[in-house]
């Protein structure tokens, strides 16, 4: 038995898909593997997240000790989202999925020379070299 966040889990399995839940979180730490970035970047980067759903999103994220939000004292206010520990041991898994997600295409599908999750080089900058 786990006990994490005041809830209980029978499984591991059920602590990782009860935290990614949903495509956004994994698109915000895909991101962030880059390096911190502000909220209007993460908005311009993650193609059709609403600003509502971001907001919440990076709440959840920082509630779950995954990111880190640090907030400048300067007018207008800065604040940088980065990645805690516990959100860089993520990178290994998201290395895993953008390898899966290349050999799947390749197989199914079709692969053109416009990847737009790797537009700003994040594979790169990430240290994942496919």
């Known amino acids: 038995m786990y006990y994490v966040n005041n809830k209980e889990y029978k499984c591991s399995v059920a602590i990782t898909l009860d935290i990614f839940n949903d495509r956004w ?54 604040v940088v989202y980065s990645l805690t520990n516990s959100g860089e041991k ?14 799947y295409a390749d197989e199914h599908g079709e692969m053109t020379d416009e990847k737009e999750c790797c537009e700003l080089n994040i594979s790169e900058k990430a240290g994942f070299n496919s």
Do not use: C, D
């Not at 993520?90 to 050999?103: A, D, F, H, Q, T």
């Open 25 to 78: 979180k994994l698109s915000i730490i895909w991101q962030l593997l880059a390096g911190e970035k502000r909220f209007k970047e993460l908005h311009e980067n993650i193609s059709e997240i609403t600003q509502k759903t971001l907001t919440v999103k990076l709440k959840e994220l920082e509630e779950k000790n995954i990111i880190n939000r640090e907030v400048f004292p300067e007018v207008p206010p800065k």
């Open 90 to 103: 993520l990178k290994p898994v998201l290395k895993e999925m953008y390898e899966w997600g290349i050999s």
